[in-house]
């Protein structure tokens, strides 16, 4: 399984990235997380990337390429893994493109979309903003992340359309039920 999860913040990638991990024993990179150790462990990407996702926005592309390009250089990587967060925007899966080819990897095989409503992913993020803490999820953080998912990352679906590969899937229910969709989707 070579997949993409596309999907708003709040949309529920990093859970189901996770559990498809699990199941297929391939790697999940979020480049989310990446970059959130990278700015609690105090390196120099972490300290470049930390003014623009405390702000909500995206950090430059250069920044990400780094960390998708070594992890999917990886051994454990070659049968297959799980990408969440990345790509972000249309230069970001035109690079992706390109970096598989150099690395001699097989072409991405899917992309799927959980589709959450607007309401309902503003409702959880304010629930895991009291829950994790986590720095970028303010009220107004929130709101700009997801202008930017809309401005920058929805023209995504139509990328992956053109290509054959987009499979949306609704992401609500029990995250059991949207696991179910979201294998038959990535073809597991
Ligand atoms: P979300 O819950 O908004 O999907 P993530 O955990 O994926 O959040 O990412 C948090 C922040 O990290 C983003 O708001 C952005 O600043 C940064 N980020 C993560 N992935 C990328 C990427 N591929 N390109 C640029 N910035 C990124």
Do not use: C, W
């Not at 949309?11 to 996770?18: N, P, R």
């Not at 470049?48 to 390009?69: H, R, S, T």
């Not at 679906?157 to 949306?168: E, I, V």
């Amino acid at each position: 399984m070579r997949t993409v999860l596309l999907g708003a913040p709040g949309s529920g990638k990093g859970t189901q990235g996770k559990k498809l991990s699990e199941r297929f024993g391939i790697p999940k990179l979020s480049t989310g997380d990446a970059l959130r150790a990278a700015v609690a462990g105090g390196t120099e990407l972490g300290k470049q990337a930390a003014p623009f996702m405390n702000a909500g926005k995206l950090v430059p592309d250069q920044l990400v390429y780094g960390i998708v390009e070594e992890r999917l250089g990886q051994a454990d990587a070659r049968k297959g893994y799980i990408l969440d967060g990345f790509p972000r925007n249309v230069a970001q899966a035109q690079v992706l493109d390109a970096m598989l080819a150099r690395l001699q990897q097989p072409a991405l095989e899917s992309a799927v979309h959980l589709h959450v409503d607007d309401e309902e992913i503003i409702r959880r993020l304010l629930e895991r903003a009291v829950q994790e803490g986590r720095h970028d999820d303010k009220p107004d953080v929130i709101r700009h992340r997801i202008e930017v998912y809309n401005a920058e990352t929805h023209p995504l679906l139509a990328f992956y359309q053109a290509q054959g590969k987009l499979k949306t899937v609704q992401g609500t229910g029990t995250i059991d039920d949207i696991f179910q969709r979201v294998v038959a989707a990535a073809g597991g």
